[in-house]
């Protein structure tokens, strides 16, 4: 008798398990379809918040930190009031931070957002902040390639980095343009490691190296 209360008892504990997880996983793939719209029409707000929220209910969960991040520093590049860029990249950073300490360690993925966020201070003012956030930039980008050799987002952010920068210092649309090519190769071959594990930067490699030709 105590046999089967003992696996009734367990299988309720994996029913009630499961559920709560799929409700976290849709309640995450609903927030991860608003980003794209969000880059062409604003947004990020909201979802930083939602994403908080997801958070703080799934306290084990390091991903909804992460999408806030990620979240939090494209506001500040897409912005155009850069006199708010550092507050939001600052902002970014304790968010990443929190998703890097649920997840126990820092990752490629979490690299990527560093990378973001010391571009997001580099263009506040480019001609001064270069050396330190450009070079803060492209370590953790390197870092990212490292600790994920098959994730194509670090290559994809390196090539908009060439991209952005002067022919003269060694950037331009013809130096970009195997760098995003070498990025969507891998975008083709990436398998996410779940429904909502990061997968973005596919669509931008793409608009990025058609602007290259």
């Not at 927030?31 to 084990?60: C, H, M, W, Y």
């Not at 970009?176 to 594990?197: C, G, R």
Request: hydrophobic share 40%; net charge neutral.
């Amino acid at each position: 008798m105590k046999k089967i209360f003992f696996l009734f008892a367990l299988m309720l504990a994996f029913a009630a398990g499961f559920a709560q997880s799929e409700k976290y996983a849709g309640a995450m793939k609903a927030q991860i379809a608003k980003i794209e719209p969000a880059v062409q029409n604003g947004g990020f707000t909201d979802l930083v918040n939602s994403f908080e929220r997801i958070g703080d209910a799934e306290k084990n969960q390091w991903l909804p930190y992460y999408y806030a991040a990620y979240c939090q520093v494209m506001s500040a590049l897409i912005g155009t009031d850069k006199s708010k860029s550092d507050a939001l990249a600052d902002r970014a950073d304790q968010l990443i931070s929190k998703a890097e300490t649920i997840a126990g360690a820092p990752n490629s993925e979490t690299h990527v957002i560093r990378s973001m966020i010391a571009t997001a201070h580099l263009t506040v003012d480019p001609q001064s902040r270069w050396q330190q956030y450009g070079q803060e930039s492209a370590a953790f980008l390197e870092k990212a390639k490292q600790l994920d050799p098959t994730n194509p987002r670090p290559v994809y952010l390196e090539g908009q980095s060439k991209f952005y920068t002067p022919e003269a210092f060694g950037g331009g649309k013809a130096t970009a343009a195997p760098v995003f090519e070498k990025a969507l190769t891998m975008f083709d071959a990436f398998k996410p490691a779940s429904e909502i594990a990061p997968a973005w930067g596919k669509s931008a490699t793409q608009y990025f190296l058609s602007q290259c030709k």
